[in-house]
Every structure is written in C-alpha cells, then in structure tokens.
C-alpha cells in the first residue's frame, strides 16, 4: 500500500508515513488543497511545487447524486502523534489544505499550532531530544520519487536543508546528543539503501556513509546510549528494498550492530550470538562499502528492535524461540512477539504474554520502568502494558476499540501518547498514564457535516476456504459492513437526502486490502460509509492468504503459490456470497489498492464470469499478471504516474489493450504521485469516479 508517518525518534522502522489511498484509515490519511508560504515568513529551501494534474480518459461526468451526496464524506479530518517534546508538549500531523503538516499541541485540545509549511507536505517528524528547540522532517518530491530532510527551528521558525532532495532519504533517527541524526538513502548509487550519519550542528556538512553493500537494504532502529553504536536491520531478499516503503507490517530484517566511527558490523544472533560480521560499511564518505557476508541463518530475524534501557540487550519483535529451545522451524514462525536477548545470547526472555496473536509495535519508557506493545487482534487492536521494576502485567483501562497505530512515552516516562481510530472516529491523540491508568484526550478531530452515530462497524466474519487442516475446512476471517436495517443508527444523510438503498438482496463489493502484508481493519473510513448508506452497498473485506494477522504457516509458501492460494481463497469466498439470501450474486464487483489491485485484476481473469468489475488502483508490477486477455468485464484504473516500483507504462499497456479487446476501460491518473495519492484534491477526484463508476456498475 502507502506511507504513513515516522512519528518518534525510536520508531524508525514503523515507517508511520502519513497513509493515503482510498479510504481514511490508520493506513490512509486525508489531504486537501493548500495555499503554500503566503504570508508565511519561512524561508523555503526550494521552489513551491505545483499541484499535480489530474488525467482522466473515459471517465465521464460524475454521477449526478454522486455530486449531490459524496462531499460532505470527504470533509473529515484526522490528528496522528509524532512526538513528545521535553517541555511536555507534542508534535502532531493533521491535514492543512491539500497536504499533511506538522503541528504543536501544548495541552490536552489545545489550539493546534501550525509548525511546518512544506509544499509537498510532510512524510515523517522527530524533534530533537532533550531539548524543545527544534525539529527534522522529511519532504517527499514528485510523490516520493525523491525526498528532502529540514531541520526547523522553534525560536524563529527558520528552516535549514540536510539533504539536497535529489534522492530518496529516509526520515531521521535523532542520536542522544541532539546533534547527529542516522538516516537510511539510496543516494550511492540509486539502488541500494545504505545508513548515513549527518552532524546538524555543523553548516553544509556532507552525509557520512557508515554501512552499505551491493544489494543491501538497510534501516536504522537505535542509537546506543553512548551513541557509539547503531542497532540496524538488513531487509531479507524480495522483502522489500525501499527506503520509504509501503505502510502496514514492514518486512522482516537480519539484526546487526554497526559502530558509528568505524563501520564495522557484528551480528545479533539466535544460535551465534555476536559473530562477527565483517566490514560492512564504511567511516567516511570517500570509502567504498564492503558487501555484507555474513549468512542470513547467523541473524536474529526481526520486525523492530531497540536497545534495552540498561544498555546490555536488545528488545525486538520477532518469531524466534528461545535459542536451544528444540523449538520446530514451523513453531517460530507462528506469531510475532515482543522479546528481550542480551548482547552475549546468554540470556533470552519472551515478554509479550500472548502467544497466539502478533504483537505490532512496542515502545518503553526511559527509564526501563514500562514497556508497552500493541496486539493485534483479528485487526483491533488491544495495548498491553508491563510494569518491569514490580515484573506485572498491568491491566489497561478500556480504550476507545478500534486500531492503535502509533504508541510513545514521554521523556519522564509517566504518560504514553497512543493514536486510535474506530469505525465511527477518525484518528485521535490520547494519552495514557500507566500509574494512575488515567486516559485524557488530546486532540478531537472534526467530522465535517458527517453524524457517526449512523456509521456502520464492521462484523467478523469467517468463512470457509477450498483446503482442510486436520481434516476440517480451513477458515479465514473477513470484515462485513452491512447497512440499511441490519446497522443500528440511521444513515448519516443530510436534510432532505435519502440514501439509495433497495429492498431485497444487496449488492456486494469485495474490498481487496489483503494478499500481500497488508490487513482489513475497522479504522474510519467515511467513504466505506458512503458506499453503505448511499448506494445500498454490503461490503465485504476479506484476509486472504498472505495478510497479516494469521501468523507465517499461512504465508510461509512461495510468492508464486501464495499469489496463487489467495486467488483460491477469493473464489470460496465468492462460493460463500452464492449462499447468502441477503447478498445478490449476479451484482458483486470488486476493488483493490496496492497488491490487492492485482488480485482485483487477476480475480476478474479468472472469475469474470461472476464478478461486474472492478477498480484497481496503484497496482504493483504487472508481470505475474496471468491471462489478462480474459478480462471482459469493466474496469477503473488509478494510479500515480511517478512510482519508480510500478512503471507507469504498464498500466498505459494494460489499458490500451483491454480497450483493443472490446473492454470498458476508465482510467485516471495524477502527476507527482507515486504509490498512493497523498493531495487531498487527487483522492476527492479519485472517490468520486469511483463511486460514479460503481454507482452504475451495481444498480
């Protein structure tokens, strides 16, 4: 899918880019129209970027009660948490216009002061540590394609340029001195991600490479406390590779350990503990990285790590068992979890207390005192807490139930600022205190003209799939919105507007968010809401194979075969709608974002027969796309003309010879955008075809 936002100095890997795409989720994020600098005072480091133009070939004029109903869904907006400052203020990300910007909160809904006024809005944050003085963000350029770090100053909101913008930097990793930030870049050679140190105190200082290699895609995940070693993570082959990679669960990396001065990297190891791993970068700029050598067996497999507070291990997110525990190959790949290792491999310790769910994300308390994590439970999300100096797990006082997705403590260590979203609020700042387990809200985001008392929340549904385990039918889980007189509420129409729903079995549109890593999950999504209400729509958003939240024996096979079962596995589901008295089967479309655009594509191939349409919308590469000849049916395509992952000329092909082929093809585009529209006025453009376009593909 697409980014989100990196909110904190030791989240780097939760690559938080502010998400974007169809729906307003915790992996999307509304943008609109912005006027840039005007009145502003702040020195700009480049030139105002123009709003990106939108192409539309075959796409009509919008659907009349489309253009009468659809915007006031599209006016909501959203507050992501991004950092604490010392003074006990928080840096927040809410929209500003056509783009998201950085913002100062410095009491529980207080006036969001705006900070940053960056023309191509702002990708990740962090402020500096120990101080409230000043900030880095990083700007995406021409949608991503390159990216820009500034560091931005309080006192007289002056702004002064890191990086020249001519590659794609990742966001910064703040050092504990206040003066160094690590980032990753693929500025060597366009290719491969190696880690850069940056000193920001010294004018025009020039990126200083510390670890790279051919082939290498590198993230940093902390700094040490004497900020002479850096904790990294080395992405496993065909796991990823990009520096500003796409949102949801991000790939799993080998875990080593890099001296800042000299480059040399050691292993953090499951069964050889510290091996050495040989040079693996370099100190200084002028030096060519050495090619990492180290066989991936000899590394810790991981999601996310830190330094532990008493600086003799490493916290980490992983599917390992405890080395030497004659654990199966199959048992440590289930579920992700939250445990510790010391330096030595002496010692491991499992920390998350539940062992049949993945934990997400974690975070601890400076001190050592608190750790929290974050379980992701068939797509909800439930905060766990665990007091280590008095060794409980404590018991969270109830939180709003929807998805968490960023998670933080304060520099005293004493409130843990959480972002959540629920099917009927968009995203929201709280924050927690663990001692007193009081929970205060800090910012309350607007709704626009929309009542949520009227939004539908998704059921879970399981149904059954085409293979057995044990010899019953394996089953896998979908979310279900169904509106009309199965939703409590009444549509959230305004005065005088009744919403398009017609009495017998509903017309049904399969929401392809899975298949690849990504999940469905009951975040706010007003545009959903609209389908529901207004155009009379049930819609199912299944987790086929491949999706997150079923641990690795569902996602252990190839990627050919896994894009095969998750074909499969969309074909029993379309069984299961057959039997359903409520769902009307000959009016089932279909609509995919990222991988499940492909899946949308491959499933009108083989399914057509079935299926109305479908939208696909910012596809991977096209290649594995099989029989593309059977497609018939009509279809939507988006995407953004500059993803150097998905050549924009592949969907051109694939349009022209659909069309050859007799096909109702609308296709829509916007310039400057990459994997995801991240301008507030591309995805008002981009709902509204795609309602007009299922508005008269289900009638």
Not at 32 to 53: E, N, R, V
Not at 103 to 113: D, I
Not at 559 to 587: E, K, P
């Amino acid at each position: 899918m697409v980014p989100l936002l990196w909110p904190m100095r030791h989240h780097t890997n939760e690559m938080m880019y502010l998400k974007h795409g169809l729906m307003a989720t915790s992996r999307r994020a509304l943008l609109g129209l912005i006027l840039l600098g005007i009145g502003s005072g702040l020195d700009a480091p480049h030139a105002q970027q123009p709003l990106a133009a939108v192409t539309r070939d075959g796409v009509g004029a919008p659907d009349a009660a489309v253009s009468d109903t659809l915007p006031r869904y599209l006016q909501s907006r959203s507050a992501t948490f991004v950092d604490w400052l010392w003074d006990g203020s928080m840096l927040i990300a809410t929209r500003f216009g056509d783009t998201e910007q950085i913002h100062r909160l410095r009491m529980p809904l207080g006036m969001r002061e705006q900070l940053s006024y960056a023309p191509g809005g702002v990708a990740a944050a962090a402020a500096r540590p120990y101080a409230s003085d000043a900030f880095v963000y990083l700007e995406p350029h021409h949608g991503g394609d390159s990216s820009q770090l500034l560091l931005q100053r309080f006192a007289d909101q002056s702004l002064t340029p890191l990086t020249d913008g001519a590659h794609r930097d990742g966001p910064a990793l703040w050092a504990h001195d206040g003066k160094r930030i690590a980032f990753a870049s693929n500025r060597r050679n366009g290719s491969d991600v190696d880690i850069y140190v940056l000193d920001t105190g010294q004018p025009g200082a020039t990126p200083r490479l510390v670890v790279g290699g051919a082939g290498n895609h590198w993230r940093a995940y902390d700094w040490s406390l004497d900020d002479k070693r850096l904790l990294l993570g080395r992405e496993l082959p065909g796991d990823g590779g990009s520096v500003n990679s796409s949102a949801g669960a991000m790939p799993e990396s080998e875990l080593y350990i890099a001296g800042v001065d000299s480059g040399e990297i050691t292993t953090v190891g499951a069964d050889s503990a510290g091996a050495a791993a040989g040079a693996g970068g370099a100190a200084g700029s002028g030096r060519k990285p050495a090619a990492h050598k180290v066989a991936a067996a000899a590394a810790l497999r991981v999601q996310d790590a830190r330094f532990s507070s008493d600086g003799r291990g490493v916290l980490l997110l992983t599917r390992h068992t405890a080395p030497g525990s004659g654990a199966s190959a199959a048992a440590e790949a289930q579920f992700q979890r939250l445990c510790y290792t010391d330096f030595g491999g002496h010692e491991w310790r499992e920390l998350s207390a539940d062992a049949s769910h993945d934990v997400e994300r974690f975070d601890r308390s400076i001190d050592g005192h608190y750790l929290a994590y974050v379980v992701n439970d068939n797509g909800s999300s439930r905060l766990m807490l665990i007091d280590q100096q008095r060794k409980l797990d404590l018991t969270v006082a109830a939180l709003p139930s929807g998805v968490i997705s960023t998670l933080k403590f304060d520099p005293s260590g004493q409130r843990l600022a959480l972002t959540i979203e629920t099917a009927r609020s968009p995203r929201d700042v709280y924050v927690l205190e663990p001692e007193t387990q009081a929970l205060t809200r800090w910012t309350q985001s607007e709704l626009g003209l929309l009542d949520p008392a009227g939004f539908v929340a998704p059921q879970v549904l399981r149904f059954p799939t085409w293979d057995r385990v044990d010899g019953q039918r394996r089953e896998l889980t979908a979310l279900v919105y169904r509106g009309g007189t199965e939703a409590a509420g009444v549509p959230p129409a305004a005065s005088g507007s009744e919403a398009r729903v017609d009495a017998g079995p509903r017309p049904v549109l399969l929401l392809l968010c899975g298949g690849g890593g990504g999940q469905c999950r009951p975040g706010f999504e007003p545009f959903l809401q609209y389908l529901i209400h207004q155009l009379g729509v049930v819609i199912v958003a299944p987790n086929v194979r491949g999706s997150t939240g079923f641990g690795r024996a569902l996602a252990e096979a190839g990627q050919g075969a896994l894009r095969d079962d998750a074909l499969r596995d969309i074909g029993s589901l379309l069984v299961w709608i057959d039997l359903q008295r409520d769902l009307n089967r000959n009016r089932v479309a279909l609509l995919g974002e990222g991988y499940g655009a492909y899946l949308a594509l491959q499933s009108l191939a083989d399914y057509g027969d079935r299926l109305r349409g479908g939208i696909a919308a910012f596809p991977p590469q096209l290649a594995a796309l099989a029989n593309r000849s059977a497609i018939r049916r009509p279809l939507l395509l988006v995407q953004g003309l500059n993803n150097p992952a998905a050549p924009a000329y592949e969907m051109e092909q694939l349009r022209s010879r659909l069309r050859v082929d007799g096909v109702d093809v609308q296709y829509l585009a916007a310039a400057d955008e990459a994997a995801g529209f991240t301008r507030k006025s591309n995805l008002d453009a981009y709902r509204e075809a795609a309602a007009s376009f299922l508005a008269q593909l289900l009638r």
